[in-house]
């Protein structure tokens, strides 16, 4: 039996200032500020089934970045041995997702509105959406 060595799953959370006063709040997220990447795409999902399951697969090139803008959802973090679950429940509060990384979303308020920063365009084949073929790149150390 091989036994993976634990690594530390590629994320953290990211706490944006936030500005603002009587007349209402405002966050600015600036590209090599307070986004560490070259801002490529932005894309947000909305509408969501709280029971549905959105996201499972993993990048191979593209960090990414998550807000919840509105509302609130969970994401569940796999990097192939160690799992972890973060709540994003503020606009200004981000969570800073790196390539290889399996993602899943789920558990999604009714007004949820979850934006997603990258620092590459949208392109299928970089794209691993078979768990058990991420998994089994890991294992053989094909990320």
């Known amino acids: 039996m091989l036994v993976l060595e634990k690594r530390k799953i590629d994320a953290q959370i990211l706490e944006f200032n936030v500005m603002g006063d009587e007349r209402g709040q405002l966050i600015a997220l600036e590209e090599d500020m307070n986004i560490p990447f070259e801002l490529k795409r932005v894309f947000y999902i909305y509408n969501t089934v709280g029971a549905i399951r959105r996201g499972n697969h993993a990048n191979r090139y593209s960090r990414q970045i998550l807000v919840s803008t509105s509302g609130s959802c969970k994401i569940h973090l796999d990097n192939g041995v160690e799992t972890m679950e973060v709540e994003l429940d503020k606009p200004n509060k981000g969570l800073f997702i790196a390539n290889n990384v399996w993602r899943e979303m789920y558990d999604?308020?009714?007004?949820?509105?979850?934006?997603?920063?990258?620092?590459?365009?949208?392109d299928p084949d970089e794209y691993i959406r078979d768990h058990d073929v991420f998994l089994e790149m890991v294992k053989n150390n094909l990320l």
Request: charged content about 20%; overall charge negative.
């Open 108 to 122: 999604f308020s009714d007004d949820c509105v979850l934006m997603v920063l990258s620092n590459k365009l949208y």
